[in-house]
T-cell receptor, first 113, second 114 residues
Framework: KAGVTQTPRYLIKTRGQQVTLSCSPI?????VSWYQQTPGQGLQFLFE???????NKGNFPGRFSGRQFSNSRSEMNVSTLELGDSALYLC????????????FGPGTRLTVL | AQSVTQPDIHITVSEGASLELRCNYS??????LFWYVQSPGQGLQLLLK??????LVQGIKGFEAEFKRSQSSFNLRKPSVHWSDAAEYFC????????????FGQGTELSVKP
């Protein structure tokens, strides 16, 4: 099975712009979670989608949003970018069997100038 | 509230030496526990996981971890470290059946001396 894929791998934006990141889960996985990784805050949970519905949400401002499509692919959007949004954004998918194990993609490196 | 503590930010071991990375968690019941490894610029790779049953779990690349309920710990071990093990290691806790949200420790960076 192919793993979790994320596009693009690298992005450079300027403050005030918006950005959309994409995640394709492992085939058959219906849950997709997003995480932000920064040197200062570490790995922080953004939100989780299951069957096109946001089921769980972390403590991030409303500028961070996401959605999931019927094929389980997910996108996250960040509006009005700030310098502090520079981070590695990781997507993980899970089959939600008895173990809820999450498998991560390679991430999208976002740099905000 | 759930939390995970990895007390060691950076550890250096010699190649061939044994390794133990510490992880302590806070959770009201028995959580799901995971160890992931991350190489520079890469995503997270699952090393092993604990859900229930045998408290000693085996993972990939020769790693194992032991769940100790009384100490709220889930330490990662490897008997003989290889240079390719140099990476950052993350311990994580998840709530059973609540899906999607993992709480991560701050990570332990492992350096391997030749």
């Amino acid at each position: 099975k192919a793993g979790v894929t994320q596009t693009p791998r690298y992005l450079i934006k300027t403050r005030g712009q918006q950005v959309t990141l994409s995640c394709s889960p492992i085939s058959g996985h219906r849950s997709v979670s997003w995480y932000q990784q920064t040197p200062g805050q570490g790995l922080q949970f953004l939100f989780e989608y299951f069957s096109e519905t946001q089921r769980n949400k972390g403590n991030f401002p409303g500028r961070f949003s996401g959605r999931q499509f019927s094929n389980s692919r997910s996108e996250m959007n960040v509006s009005t970018l700030e310098l502090g949004d520079s981070a590695l954004y990781l997507c993980a998918s899970s089959s939600l069997d008895s173990t809820d194990t999450q498998y991560f993609g390679p991430g999208t490196r976002l740099t905000v100038l | 509230a759930q939390s995970v503590t990895q007390p060691d930010i950076h550890i250096t071991v010699s190649e061939g030496a044994s390794l133990e990375l510490r992880c302590n968690y806070s959770y009201g019941a028995t959580p799901y526990l995971f160890w992931y490894v991350q190489s520079p610029g890469q995503g997270l790779q699952l090393l092993l996981k604990y859900f229930s049953g045998d408290t000693l779990v085996q993972g990939i690349k020769g790693f194992e971890a032991e769940f100790k309920r009384s100490q709220s710990s889930f330490n990662l071990r490897k008997p003989s470290v290889h240079w390719s093990d140099a990476a950052e290691y993350f311990c994580a806790v998840g709530a059973p059946r609540q899906g999607g949200k993992l709480i991560f420790g701050q990570g332990t960076e492992l350096s391997v001396k030749p």
